[in-house]
C-alpha cells in the first residue's frame, strides 16, 4: 500500500516535469526568432571588424576632417587616400588646428593606446572630442584595425598655432560673426 502510494506521487512528479520541459521549450523556440544580442553598449557589427571600421570612419564623418579634399569634393576622394591628414587649418579661438595624419598615428599606437586615445583625450576643436570619447571599445577597435589596413601614407600634419599666430597654410575661419548683441 505505502509503495503503491509512493510510485502514484512519483508519476506526478515525473509528469510535472516533463510539463516543465515542455514549456521551457517551446518559450525558447519562440525567442530564437526576433532574439537581439545581448550587448552592454552599441557596436556595428560587420562582416568582419575591418569592415565595421570602414562603416564607421564614413558615417562617423571622420573623413570630412582628416582626409584632404573630402568635404570640399563631396567625398570623392580615392579610398587609398582617405584619413591621411589635412593641410587645411581650422581656425577659431583657440588658435589654429590641423586635423592629424590618422594613417601615421595608428602606425604609432598600439590599439590599446588608440582605444585610450578615443575613449579619454580632449584636445583642441574642432575635432568632436565630447562625441568620439562615448565610442565603445570595440568600435574604437575597428577604427584601429581599418585605418591600419589602408597603410601608412603622407606627412604629419604641421603642429596646432596660439591663437593671433597667421598661418601659412590656407585655413578656414571658425570665428562666429554677426551673434545677436547681448
Ligand atoms: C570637424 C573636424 C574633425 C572631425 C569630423 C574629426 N576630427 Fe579628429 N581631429 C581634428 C583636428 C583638428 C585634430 C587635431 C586636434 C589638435 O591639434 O588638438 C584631430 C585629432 C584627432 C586625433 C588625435 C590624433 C593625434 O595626433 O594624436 C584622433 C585620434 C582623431 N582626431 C580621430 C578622429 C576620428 C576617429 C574621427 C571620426 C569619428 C574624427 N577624428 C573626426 C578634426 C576632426
Known amino acids: 500500500m505505502n509503495n503503491l502510494f509512493?510510485?502514484?506521487?512519483?508519476?506526478?512528479?515525473?509528469?510535472?516535469?516533463?510539463?516543465?520541459?515542455?514549456?521551457?521549450?517551446?518559450v525558447g523556440c519562440g525567442k530564437t526568432e526576433d532574439a537581439q544580442p545581448q550587448v552592454d553598449s552599441p557596436y556595428v557589427v560587420a562582416a568582419n571588424q575591418i569592415e565595421a571600421g570602414r562603416y564607421i570612419a564614413i558615417i562617423g564623418g571622420c573623413?570630412?576632417?582628416h582626409t584632404e579634399g573630402y568635404l570640399q569634393s563631396e567625398g570623392k576622394v580615392?579610398?587609398?587616400?582617405w584619413l591621411a591628414g589635412s593641410m587645411l587649418g581650422w581656425q577659431g579661438e583657440w588658435g589654429t588646428t590641423y586635423p592629424?595624419?590618422?594613417?601615421?598615428?595608428?602606425?604609432?599606437?598600439?590599439?590599446?593606446?588608440?582605444?585610450?586615445?578615443?575613449?579619454?583625450?580632449t584636445d583642441l576643436p574642432p575635432m568632436p572630442w565630447m562625441n568620439i570619447n562615448q565610442m565603445s571599445e570595440q568600435d574604437?577597435?575597428?577604427?584601429?584595425?581599418?585605418?591600419?589596413?589602408?597603410?601608412?601614407k603622407g606627412k604629419h600634419v604641421p603642429d596646432a598655432l596660439d591663437p593671433g599666430v597667421e598661418p601659412k597654410t590656407p585655413y578656414l575661419s571658425l570665428i562666429p560673426k554677426n551673434l545677436p548683441q547681448k
Request: charged share 25%; hydrophobic share 45%; with cysteine.
Open 6 to 26: 509512493y510510485l502514484s506521487k512519483l508519476r506526478v512528479y515525473f509528469s510535472f516535469v516533463i510539463l516543465l520541459a515542455v514549456l521551457i521549450f517551446l
Open 63 to 65: 573623413n570630412d576632417c
Open 78 to 81: 580615392p579610398e587609398e587616400d
Open 100 to 121: 592629424s595624419n590618422l594613417r601615421l598615428r595608428v602606425q604609432e599606437l598600439t590599439e590599446e593606446e588608440w582605444v585610450l586615445v578615443v575613449h579619454e583625450r
Open 140 to 152: 574604437a577597435k575597428a577604427l584601429y584595425h581599418y585605418i591600419k589596413s589602408l597603410g601608412p
